[in-house]
């Protein structure tokens, strides 16, 4: 199915009478658990920016526009998105074009999350069909909405179980004139992330901090005075560590945000969600269990990715540690990708995708 | 104002209830003695008052969870209360409810510098999150102007804002957890210091749910770093559409200041004559907000003055001392006691783009002539989150009722340009009936469907947020 507009799209989901599975781009198709549906519903045929306002910082697109078209209109205006979406075509070897409709189901965000918010965080606006073929919004198109329940927020990460989104509105943020990473080399990981949370705990305003290869990396963002300001405020901070600066180094900075670093790896990826200081204490009790890694940190080091032998299920030494850890990519032991809920979340969960597809024809089961 | 009917099964057992509710907590905690119950009698939308059946005070999450199971089991219905601050009558209670009151739970339970979080139960104010930790130099950004009174639990009932939000986000962009009672008792934990919970983004629907979906008592917040400094700039212009452009151009030269507020001329007036905070004589007056070091500020000033002078200002004064920014933030903050001192006044809180400004105000003011009214605006102009201050006489029969209908007419144009009823204070019961004019039945149902999950017997909170005919089959049912 390719439906070109919301109209088609509802006929569809009606007249359907079997279970769906919802693409995009086709570039994160094996993000979550296996989904059983043999006829596939594409929202590829739903392009265009309907509204591109640079004076209210505010974009509305159609859900099929490819990821890089978005970027482009926005490039052109001096405006970004401000969660800086990662791309997973290299992690998960794929070809496609990620759309944005793609990014807001998955809840895809970059580096800036740590300053700027999650995609969930910039979504201020959405327009959908649910599982019944009703097509109906939430939100709108003004950053400051309060108006009723904010379902806005629950589409964004709900992997198209809830419905499928057709136009989405966002807050949008004027471009940096410069960015400038400050480099402190030669880390291990406990001090590297010490580090990152230190400069989190500045008042530098930082926009990306990640942690890889002994290397740990803080970028700072704005006018050219202020930066250079803040560059200074932190090399100050850290003077007993060895440190180079970089202008401008957008290309390390999508390395690490699409975890490049990983992607030529053998066995499985995981993606943890932590507090950052409880992730070097998680990769430590790894290397102390003798389990052969690799850790990239963002995010402060609340975001790890971690390239780990196949026949291991994360989830087993997870324990103590809050957070949660999907399986990205391999077999990781049989676990299933997503993180299983306690029994009460899943149960509201479970009575949620009940009332919005309520025949469970949606990507059924790629949430658990 | 529309409520349902009491439900005299609910009330004919009322010393039942009491005599259970007893057994669960402490006899200081519940309250039914009508002259004490009063006080609960509305919140601060003093227009809509009606005495509870009952008000507790629990202590912890576990007294909540015995609380609820009862009334859950009982069939009472409760409102969840705050610390009474609603604009928007987001607490008035029901003459059958039982009012959860959170004040006693005020507590710091935990502050995390490292990993930038505190978690407070959910009846502390707002300030003093900030006053927990600003020795340390942090403080929590989002910032109502209630904040010395409001309690965290109305702040993610109504996901409020504040004037600093252009740049921190609102409630729900600085809440990473919550732990929350169900109406059958059950806890549940959701989030924590990790971001981005696992599953569905729930946290994201509690927050902003007006107390319907349960009854939130921790929380774990986003701290930050203070920054170095800050420092406005007000910038006064001689007609309301030139100011608005000014905020514009200021948006779009890639600057993000962390406030832009605007007033217009009777709100100059006005909290000039009661604040005398030293404002110009204009038809409207901006005031940007911008923080860092000292070099960041002169050059994020630098850039918005230099784009302030192509508008022609009657006035522009960068503030030079702590003593200068107090003053010129003074004026904006003494704005609705101000307005108070010379009127009654109903404050609406329609969220509109930010290109729509001058058109919007020029039919705000339009419609005031039409409907014989003073209007006031002062809001936050960055956002587009507006909040037009409508003056009337209470002692004048039918002036409430022509004030009333004045608002409604503003908000619906707020929905027309493609805005929203209500930016940061919450439908409540005030634009409970308005949802039809921005939501279609479909988009209302959806809604309902969210709570029937979380709250099946609809006993939380039931006669807000929705108009009551769309609710009614759902509160009949229970």
């Not at chain 1, 004139?177 to 001090?191: E, F, I, K, M, P």
């Not at chain 2, 409907?371 to 507006?386: C, E, K, Q």
Request: charged fraction near 20%; hydrophobic fraction near 40%; glycine fraction near 10%.
């Amino acid at each position: 199915m390719n439906p070109i507009n919301e109209a088609e799209l509802s006929e569809a989901i009606k007249s359907a009478n079997e279970p769906l599975r919802i693409v995009g781009g086709g570039t994160r198709q094996t993000l979550g658990n296996a989904v059983n549906a043999s006829t596939t519903l594409s929202t590829a045929g739903m392009t265009g920016i309907t509204l591109l306002e640079p004076a209210a910082l505010t974009l509305v697109v159609r859900a099929g526009t490819p990821l890089v078209d978005v970027q482009a209109a926005l490039d052109a205006e001096n405006l970004q998105l401000p969660f800086e979406p990662m791309t997973h075509n290299t992690l998960l070897n794929t070809s496609g074009r990620s759309t944005i409709g793609g990014v807001v189901a998955c809840n895809i965000s970059g580096s800036r999350r740590i300053q700027a918010g999650a995609c969930r965080d910039s979504l201020i606006g959405v327009r959908m069909v649910d599982g019944a073929g009703n097509i109906l919004k939430n939100g709108g198109r003004v950053m400051k909405n309060v108006t009723g329940y904010d379902l806005v927020k629950l589409m964004a990460g709900s992997f198209g179980t809830l419905g499928v989104m057709t136009e989405l509105s966002f807050k949008l943020l004027p471009k940096p004139a410069t960015q400038a990473t400050v480099n402190l080399h030669g880390l291990n990981d406990a001090d590297g992330i010490n580090v990152l949370c230190r400069a989190l705990g500045s008042p530098n305003d930082v926009t990306g901090v990640a942690f890889a290869n002994g290397n740990a990396m803080i970028r700072i963002e704005g006018l050219l005075k202020s930066v250079d300001y803040r560059v200074g405020a932190l090399k100050s901070l850290f003077a007993v560590h060895d440190i180079t600066v970089d202008l401008n180094d957008t290309a390390t900075w999508a390395s690490i945000g699409n975890v490049e670093h990983l992607a030529p790896d053998d066995g499985a990826i995981w993606r943890v969600s932590v507090k950052p200081t409880d992730g070097p204490k998680l990769v430590q009790n790894l290397r102390d269990a003798h389990v052969t890694l690799n850790a990239v940190y963002d995010w402060g080091g609340g975001l790890i990715y971690l390239s780990l032998p196949d026949d291991l299920n994360l989830r087993d030494h997870m324990g103590g540690f809050g957070g949660h850890a999907t399986l990205i990519r391999g077999n990781g032991g049989g676990a299933p990708k997503m993180q299983p809920q306690n029994k009460l979340v899943a149960g509201i969960e479970q009575g949620l995708r009940a009332k919005f597809d309520p025949r469970g024809i949606l990507n059924t089961g790629i949430m658990g | 104002m529309q409520m349902p009917t009491p439900s005299a099964t609910v009330l004919n057992k009322k010393s039942h209830i009491i005599s259970r509710l007893l057994d669960v907590l402490p006899a200081a905690s519940v309250i039914s003695d009508p002259i004490q119950t009063r006080a609960y009698e509305c919140d601060a939308l003093t227009a809509y008052r009606c005495v509870p059946m009952l008000a507790v005070l629990p202590a912890n999450t576990e007294q909540v969870s015995e609380v609820l199971k009862i009334c859950f089991e009982e069939g009472v219905p409760v409102v969840p209360r705050g610390a009474g601050t609603s604009l928007a009558g987001g607490a008035m209670p029901t003459a059958d409810c039982v009012i959860l009151g959170v004040a006693k739970m005020n507590n710091v339970l935990e502050t995390d510098y490292e990993n930038r979080l505190i978690r407070v139960q959910s009846g502390r104010t707002n300030l003093s999150v900030s006053g927990a930790v600003e020795e340390d130099g942090f403080f929590y950004a989002p910032d109502p102007s209630s904040q010395l009174a409001c309690a965290i639990a109305g702040n993610i009932g109504m996901n409020s804002g504040g004037a600093h939000c252009l740049k921190y986000g609102v409630t729900t962009n600085n809440l990473l957890g919550v732990t929350m009672v169900m109406m059958d008792g059950e806890v549940v934990e959701i989030g924590g210091g990790h971001l981005d919970a696992s599953g569905l983004d729930l946290l994201g629907v509690i927050c902003g749910s007006e107390g319907q979906l349960g009854v939130v008592t921790e929380a774990t917040l986003r701290i930050l770093h203070k920054p170095v400094a800050a420092r406005p700039v007000l910038i006064a212009f001689d007609e309301n559409e030139v100011a608005g452009a000014c905020v514009a151009d200021i948006i779009k030269a890639g600057v993000l200041p962390v406030a832009i507020e605007f007033m217009d001329r009777l709100c100059i007036e006005t909290s000039e004559n009661f604040a005398k905070a030293g404002y110009p004589d204009a038809e409207a007056l901006l005031i940007v907000e911008v923080e860092g070091s000292e070099v960041e500020i002169e050059e994020q000033l630098s850039k918005i003055i230099a784009i302030a002078k192509r508008h022609n200002p009657v006035e522009l004064r960068e503030s030079k001392s702590e003593e200068e920014s107090a003053k010129i933030w003074l004026g904006r903050k003494s704005a609705f006691g101000a307005i108070g001192q010379i009127s009654d006044y109903m404050c609406l809180d329609g969220t509109i783009p930010v290109s729509e400004l001058p058109y919007v105000l020029r039919r705000i003011g339009e419609i005031g002539r039409e409907y014989g009214l003073r209007v006031g605006n002062v809001f936050h102009a960055g956002d587009g989150n507006m909040h037009p201050l409508i003056l009337f006489d209470a002692n004048k029969p039918g002036d409430l009722e022509r004030c009333e209908e004045m608002g409604a007419e503003i908000l619906r144009l707020c929905v027309q340009v493609g805005g929203c009823l209500t930016g940061e204070h919450g439908v409540g019961i005030e634009k409970r009936d308005l949802m039809f004019d921005q939501y279609t039945s479909t988009d209302i149902d959806a809604q309902l469907n969210v709570k029937d999950v979380f709250d099946p017997k609809w006993l939380l909170n039931a006669a807000k947020v929705f108009p009551l005919s769309a609710t009614e089959t759902r509160r009949a049912a229970s």
